[in-house]
């Protein structure tokens, strides 16, 4: 079982240096400028804007260059390489399908009009748009527009920049927060209706006259919507295999993920129904915290759902599912400290036998980050204390009385390294520290969350997630509005009999309340007492104070 953990850790540790490699990264880009300028070597000169094909080669290679280095640029140098490969790889596959289609139709000698209106515009700006957001999705859409513009006819050059840059657009601000497929089938659509739209503009496709030019009419009116929407139809298909061959999660994935029926939630909610319930109310917190920063809210929420689940190695050692006793009072502070950090190894190997999501393994990894277990290292400098007290007086040795060393008593990390990440993290110490107030008012919700994320900030554990002041500032009111819905008072309400009891005094015309006071009086003076050694002056006392007060 240990080699095998080992080899999970060691195999996730050479993908991702190979994920993050420059070379590897250098060597994608040279694969994607020479497999396209070959495709463009491949055009016929009668087609090519430019004059010869070499020339058409070179101007290839050129653009290639410049937007390869724009999209580096704009992910700072530090972009995952299956991001690369399915960016360009998308965008390869997009400029082939235009090549195959200016081939059938030109070399059927048909319509050459069919040769644009079968061109699959939506195809690698709706695929990028979707897995990696809508500015991949852009860039997408500006780069097979450039490209594509040297492969098609030369006389359909404006009609296909225009559909392509127009139809693209409609795509990626269709899929803004796609969180069902039928989302996409929608942006298919509606880049069908751009397509179809623009090709009568055009030209290309003729308002008919007769009955012979509706059928022609018709079949190019299908063609222009129906290729849009037959592509939305094969991403959706297709969705599940690119997210896990390249490493992305999309929202609609993560709806998936967020089913509390799944075996380790479960689990969770016969065992340890204590870490259950702060798992949602932490998925709670931490949801309406990323909707205010730009964070993945959905990621965040079914993140917060496993964060926890290494409790379940030994649940009843967390205070949430203690009933009358507490296992810590037969154990050492540092034993005690061993197996509450324990849980984030154990939730780790839990997830990866289950085969988690990484992003998943990632949050329970780095949700404590490197944080101080203090209740129990401040009891162990206590018993430190005691101890040494003891020696003074010569009732022990010093070298019996263990050292309290820090490192002992701290989380093993790494710190919180996504906006995601640090909010699920600050979200769980909030949650934990708010079962202390004893009246939750809102001043006092305020404090505590102001506090408890500022601490965090000054320690730093927040150093690595990207998030601003500015981010922190509504990520705190968010934590306080979120709070104060969830521990508000409630109205006491009056038991049925003294309900009954009111309705009865309310008929005979005696007030409710005084009434109920009175009865209260006779009972206490009437009642037995258990002690048979009554004292009369005390009961005199007791009776006047009460008949006072009434």
């Known amino acids: ?191 069908g209706v751009v397509v179809l739209i623009l090709a009568v503009v055009f030209g290309m496709i003729q308002m008919p006259e007769t009955t012979q030019l509706w059928r022609t009419f018709g079949i190019k009116a299908a063609i222009a919507l129906g290729v849009s929407i037959l592509m939305a139809m094969a991403v959706s298909g297709i969705l599940p295999a690119l997210e896990s061959m390249f490493g992305v999660t999309t929202d609609i994935s993560w709806l998936e993920m967020s089913d509390l029926n799944h075996k380790l939630l479960r689990q969770m909610q016969l065992e340890a129904p204590g870490t259950f319930h702060h798992s949602l109310i932490v998925a709670s917190l931490a949801e309406a915290a ?62 990866m036998k289950h085969k988690l999501n990484p992003a998943i393994v990632d949050v329970i990894r780095e949700h404590h980050g490197d944080s101080l277990v203090y209740y129990f290292y401040h009891k162990a400098k206590e018993l430190r204390k005691d101890g040494e007290e003891k020696v003074e007086k010569g009732l022990e040795k010093i070298e019996d009385i263990p050292e309290v060393e820090e490192e002992n008593f701290r989380y093993p990390g790494p710190r919180p390294r996504t906006p995601e990440s640090g909010i699920i993290s600050l979200a769980d110490c909030v949650e934990s520290a708010s079962r202390t107030l004893g009246k939750p008012t809102p001043a006092r919700i305020q404090s505590l969350v102001d506090d408890i994320v500022m601490k965090r900030v000054n320690e730093g554990m927040l150093d690595d997630t990207g998030l601003t002041l500015r981010d922190i500032k509504k990520i705190r009111e968010s934590f306080a509005k979120t709070l104060r819905s969830m521990l508000h008072s409630r109205i006491d309400y009056p038991k049925e009999e003294d309900a009954a009891a009111d309705e009865e005094m309310r008929k005979a015309g005696r007030p409710a309340a005084k009434q109920k006071k009175v009865e209260a009086v006779e009972i206490d003076l009437d009642e037995p007492q258990p002690n048979p050694k009554r004292n009369p002056a005390l009961e005199r006392k007791k009776t006047k104070r009460v008949a006072k007060a009434s």
């Open 290 to 351: 990323a909707e205010q920063v730009g964070a993945n809210a959905t990621m965040c929420r079914v993140c917060s759902y496993f964060h926890d689940i290494g409790k379940l190695k030994k649940p009843t050692y967390f205070i949430e599912n203690q009933g009358d006793e507490n296992p810590h009072d037969n154990l050492t502070p540092t034993m005690s400290a061993l197996v509450i950090i324990a849980h984030v190894k154990d939730g780790v190997d839990m997830a």
């Open 1 to 191: 079982m240990s080699s095998g953990k080992k080899r999970r850790t060691q195999e996730r540790a050479v993908a991702g240096s190979i994920d993050r490699s420059l070379g590897v990264r250098i060597l994608l880009y040279v694969i994607f400028i020479v497999t396209s300028a070959a495709l463009v070597y491949q055009v016929p000169s009668e087609r090519l804007i430019v004059g010869s094909t070499r020339s058409a080669v070179f101007v290839h290679i050129i653009m290639s260059l410049g937007l390869v280095t724009l999209f580096d640029m704009q992910h700072l140098h530090r972009v995952r390489n299956g991001r690369v490969s399915l960016v360009f790889g998308s965008i390869l596959f997009h400029l082939c399908l235009i090549e195959f289609v200016s081939f059938m139709a030109f070399s059927n000698g048909k319509d050459p009009n069919y040769g644009v209106l079968l061109i699959p515009f939506a195809f690698a700006p709706l695929v990028n748009s979707v897995l990696l957001g809508r500015l991949s999705g852009m860039f997408t859409t500006y780069v097979v527009t450039l490209l594509g513009a040297l492969i098609v006819p030369q006389a359909y050059l404006l009609q296909y920049m225009v559909i392509s840059l127009i139809s693209g657009i409609t795509v990626v601000l269709m899929t803004k927060n796609v969180r069902r497929r039928g989302a996409l089938l929608r942006a298919g659509f509606y880049a």
